[in-house]
């Protein structure tokens, strides 16, 4: 009887080691794709972000870098540029060198979900040349805004830009007009598409 009770104690023993073991390896299986999915998720992110900005009509953009923080639920966006497809000169519409999109936490609180946008020296430069062509498909607002829903799929509550510049060019005019405003501060609150 001693033996018997001695060898189902060792069978036990031994299927409680296989099912720690099992748990163990099924915890660093988990781990090692949770690693692996967060080490590539702002690529995903950056190819989603290019795609969307390349398909807006009469317009090509990129982004060189997307860095994110999961903890604050945010997304920084750098060097983006938005241009015209068939543009004359090499200025781009739209360049942003950082873009900071996060949850507004104080609003998460209140019970409501929704972003703020911070835009870190922000330019729109509006050449006549570029913009004034015809023959290509032109952007309608749907477009515009179907492509900031992909970018922010959330309501936008708060946009902050700072240092912005707002350019005006025409180059084939005598003299060559160009009007800049610089360092534009905006504060935005409420915003709803």
Known sequence: IAIILSMRRNMFSSQKKK????????LLILVVILIGFRLYLPTAVKNHVNHVLNNLPGYQGSVADIDIALIRGAY???DMALRRRDAETDVPFLKIPQADISIQWRALFNGKIVSE???????LIYVFEDQLKTGQQEPETKD???A??????IDINHLNIENGRLGLVKVKAEPTLDIYMDQLQLSADNLQL
């Open 117 to 123: 946008i911070y835009l870190n020296e922000p330019q």
């Open 19 to 26: 099912r720690k073991a099992g748990w163990f390896g099924f």
């Open 76 to 78: 920084v966006v750098k």
């Open 148 to 153: 900031l829903d992909d970018l922010v799929p």
């Open 144 to 146: 515009w805004t179907e």
